[in-house]
């Protein structure tokens, strides 16, 4: 398989869904990052990978890395699916350094902050080169993911850096600083905004305050237990992370899930997905003053949640995937009592649509607020929910359906209008269709085993998972030793899509009024969690 106009040549890796990877050159990290772009395509993730002398044997045939020499990770999406592609780095006036994508993507451009905070590599010719996770809490000369796991020092505390934001300057401009620390029970960030009056001119976003060295934590980790804190990246996606993990993990030691557990888990997800959005939509109608929808959704939700830990024991199904399968089962009682709830909530979610679609202050404060037109989001890269309400047509579940997805025909929710009036209207949409798709997993789903046997490879290896969760699609790229080095993790980097969506939120508030600023976040609701690794 390869790239649409590169000459590069892929290997495949062995995933429920289709992943190839190879090594290139510089020359050839720049050339594929055109070429998707001009297909198309988009940037999924870019992070730092292991340096060589941590794993070198995981490299393709024909490339050989220097002991110790530091690499990036990319991964892009096209029609025929995600291509991985890993750069063996060189040194430049004593840093690692790499061909700069953001002028590609400009999406990239936090993750190669990101990737210069843990692990010391550094874009060529970036233009923004400040801090992203290092808020002083390490030394600047200090890279924690380029440690040895198992040496790593106690850190002392870095210097307190004021963080250069840019300054907007005019007749009648001012600032208004909100966070990190916020009124409501929400993670912290936080947001500077540039105004007039009541006019927001620009804003700029201060993430990384819920950095919690979690990609550091998976190395030291054995990779049959690392996906109980793959599941709590972001709490809200414990479902979504924790199947993108195993299936990294299967795709590595090439295990493939007995066909009940993988229904189980389609099952899971679905019932995850509505979970967040019948959240999403009270909070929704409460940030436009309208408290009934807040009330309605949040006993909805609630009832949802409780159904879920009856039956899979944990009101997040926390921990029920696990490598190889599930360890959580539906039995004929329970099926009929998880039907009948799904008949429930349609019903109710119907007419709270009716009641939403029908209210004129409710409408008011939702449409043309937070418009992100489609030209834009296709610019910055916007994914997932958001992404689809701005005509951005992409939905894992229907490109690249996987079992049991692909015997689904899983609809698509798609909006072209960009406002908060589309976010909604895609949510409802999403709920109904899971729905449908909860009704028939539960009716159709085969009978057979749960758990299968994952044994870890003797020789070093790689795996990829893919998912598409409630916000957007989760990559995982994981990297393991060989039995030589215990079977441990070398590196797993765990993508969530708020890292793309939170910049085009800066772009979403432009020209409206900072009252809104609630209403069109929440309208996105992007993890803080997800994207501080």
């Known amino acids: 398989m390869q790239i649409p106009g590169l000459d590069l040549e892929f290997s495949a890796l062995p995933a429920p869904v289709p992943v190839w990877h190879a090594q290139v050159t510089p020359a050839q990290w720049q050339m594929a990052a055109t070429a998707v772009r001009d297909a198309g395509g988009r940037l999924l993730a870019l992070w730092a990978g292991p340096t060589a002398q941590q794993g070198a044997a995981v ?180 479902v979504a992370y924790a199947w993108a993990y195993c299936m990294a993990l299967e795709s590595a030691t090439q295990t493939t899930v007995p066909e009940r557990a993988a229904w189980l888990r389609a099952l899971m997800l679905e019932r995850e997905r509505i979970a967040n959005h019948l959240g999403d939509l009270g909070a929704l109608g409460n940030d436009a003053a309208f408290a009934f929808g807040l009330a309605q959704f949040s006993r909805l939700r609630e009832d949802w949640l409780r159904a879920a830990k009856t039956v899979f024991g944990h009101r997040l199904m926390m921990d029920c995937i696990v490598p190889g399968g599930v360890n959580c089962d539906v039995d004929l009682a329970q099926r009929e009592l998880l039907l009948q709830q799904c008949d429930a909530v349609e019903k109710e979610v119907r007419t709270l649509f009716t009641i939403y679609e029908a209210h004129a202050g409710l409408q008011d404060r939702f449409m043309t607020t937070g418009r992100v037109a489609p030209e834009l989001a296709a610019q910055l890269g916007l994914t997932g929910l958001a992404g689809r309400a701005s005509s951005q047509s992409w939905d894992l579940r229907c490109d690249q359906p996987w079992l049991p997805y692909s015997d689904m025909a899983v609809v698509m929710a798609t909006h072209h209008n960009g406002d908060v009036a589309a976010r909604v209207a895609v949510r409802f949409d999403e709920v109904f269709e899971s729905l449908r798709l909860i009704r028939r997993l ?64 800066e772009h979403a508030i432009m020209g409206d009024i900072v009252p809104d600023f609630p209403l069109i976040n929440k309208s996105f609701n992007l993890s803080y969690s997800g994207q501080d690794l």
């Open 59 to 238: 490299g393709t045939p024909g490339h050989s890395a220097a002991p110790g020499q530091a690499c990036m990770g990319a991964a892009y999406v096209t029609l025929e699916g995600a291509f991985w592609l890993s750069l063996p780095l060189a040194q430049q006036g004593g840093r690692w350094v790499y061909p700069d994508l953001a002028s590609v993507f400009p999406c990239a451009t936090r993750m190669q902050r990101a990737a210069a905070d843990l692990s010391g590599v550094f874009a060529l010719d970036a233009q923004d080169t400040r801090a992203w996770l290092n808020h002083g809490a390490w030394p600047q000369d200090h890279f924690p993911l380029q440690q040895d796991p198992d040496k790593l020092p106690l850190l002392a505390a870095g210097e307190l850096v004021d963080y250069p934001f840019v300054h907007v300057e005019g007749d009648g401009v001012h600032e208004i600083a909100v966070g990190p620390v916020h009124a409501g029970i929400i993670e912290p960030g936080h947001f500077r905004f540039s105004v007039v009056g009541e006019k927001v001119l620009r804003l700029e976003q201060r993430l990384g305050y819920t950095h919690k060295g979690i990609e550091q934590r998976m190395t030291q980790l054995a990779p049959l237990q690392a996906h109980r804190l793959a599941g709590r990246v972001s709490g809200d996606s414990t």
């Open 442 to 505: 539960l009716v159709e789903m085969p009978i057979g085993d749960l758990l299968c046997p994952v044994v870890l490879p003797r020789q070093p290896t790689r795996g990829a998972g893919w998912v598409e969760g409630w916000r957007g699609e989760l990559f995982v790229a994981l990297e393991l030793a060989g039995s030589d080095q215990k079977n441990r993790i070398l590196r797993c980097h765990l993508h969530d899509p708020s890292t793309q969506n939170w910049p085009v939120l």
